[in-house]
């Protein structure tokens, strides 16, 4: 059976929201959750060198979340970004470079809008079921 992240209807328009208001530079944060499900995400900055084809959240940013969904009993669910003008999959560079093997990998595409969702572990990407 394949292995399902379910995400609010409200966090998803949020974040098709969010990478629409930036339709020419990748948008990234961190979503959480508790026993319950998922709770909120976080908007980080992006401060990649080439924000057009690239993602790398600002560290303080990412401390900052990850302290608070400490704080609150969450913890660190998925990592999401956009891809303004390529497919809602992991690049080569996000297999690479995806540092956290428990949470999914979510990308979120503007043309056509589409959000998607992967585990990477060992630098294989496997499609998660979205609901």
């Known amino acids: 059976m394949p292995e399902t992240f379910r995400l609010p209807s409200a ?8 990478a629409r208001a930036s339709p020419t530079e990748e ?7 508790d026993a319950r499900g ?14 057009i084809r690239r993602f790398e959240l600002d560290p303080k940013g990412q401390i900052d979340a990850l302290r608070e ?12 970004h ?28 503007l043309d056509p809008p589409a959000l998607r969702a992967f585990r990477i572990r060992d630098k294989r990407p496997q499609e998660v079921v979205l609901t």
């Open 82 to 109: 956009s891809h303004p003008r390529g497919p809602a999959e992991p690049s080569r560079l996000d297999i690479e470079r995806h540092e956290y093997p428990e949470a999914i990998c979510l990308v979120i595409a």
């Open 38 to 51: 998922v709770t909120r995400y976080f908007p980080i900055a992006n401060v990649a060198a080439d924000r």
């Open 69 to 80: 969904m400490r704080r609150r009993g969450e913890e660190l669910k998925a990592i999401y």
């Open 11 to 18: 966090i998803a328009a949020a974040l098709l929201q969010q």
């Open 27 to 33: 948008i990234c944060g961190l979503i959480a959750a």
